[in-house]
């Protein structure tokens, strides 16, 4: 980061990755410049990365240009978590689609591509809408069968679901949500946060050293 570059507002390898992307009709992003290289090398090229910062309101506005579909993929230490739940939270803002590529196994996408890079094309062919992924990790991590377990997870899936900016979609999961939890709809729209966008939604995690983007 210097003043001549601004890592926050360029995204990497996208000048190579734009006609793939429109082509994938997505993009996959990825946290680091090896993770591109290896995915590229591994023949999918729909891939860019956001230089090991969170994702920003200027990156999100140069990739709307070609796709309005995002797989994430970060890495699993503290950092690649704090990048995907800062990203998260702005492009579910922004209206983005989301997906979730769940890494079968190395602490990110380039070690995994290095042991067999076909897990890794199976991996983005197999990724997950991201509310959907949400909901299956805090049914996973909580008794819902009690009213602590059904307190704790709509705090974590409410402050997501306010973040998304399409009233339809926010409604499809606030319903989603009161059939998982078997609370009824209007005591749960009572409960979303109002969307101030000025705190961070708090994210279902796992109680491995996984990030909750990856498994």
Not at 34 to 60: E, P, R
Not at 102 to 124: F, H, M, Q, T
Not at 182 to 202: D, I
Request: with cysteine.
């Amino acid at each position: 980061q210097t003043p001549i570059y601004n890592k926050g507002s360029l995204v990497y390898n996208l000048h190579r990755a734009k006609q793939p992307i429109k082509a994938a009709k997505a993009v996959i992003l990825v946290e680091g410049y090896m993770d591109v290289i290896a995915s590229w090398s591994a023949g999918v090229q729909n891939v860019a990365a956001t230089s090991g910062t969170a994702l920003t309101l200027d990156q999100l506005k140069l990739l709307r240009r070609y796709t309005d579909t995002l797989l994430l993929a970060f890495d699993a230490d503290l950092a690649g978590q704090t990048a995907a739940a800062r990203g998260i939270d702005l492009a579910l803002s922004a209206d983005f689609n989301l997906r979730v590529i769940r890494v079968p196994y190395g602490k990110d996408p380039d070690e995994c591509i290095r042991y067999n890079s076909a897990d890794w094309s199976a991996a983005v062919a197999s990724a997950q809408p991201i509310m959907e992924y949400f909901l299956s990790q805090v049914a996973a991590s909580h008794d819902l069968s009690t009213a602590v377990g059904k307190k704790a997870a709509a705090k974590i899936l409410l402050g997501v679901i306010s973040k998304i900016g399409d009233g339809v979609e926010r409604a499809h999961w606030l319903s989603k949500l009161a059939d998982l939890l078997q609370v009824p709809e209007n005591v749960l729209r009572e409960a979303l946060p109002r969307r101030t966008g000025s705190v961070p939604a708090q994210h279902p995690t796992t109680p491995t050293s996984s990030s909750p983007l990856q498994a």
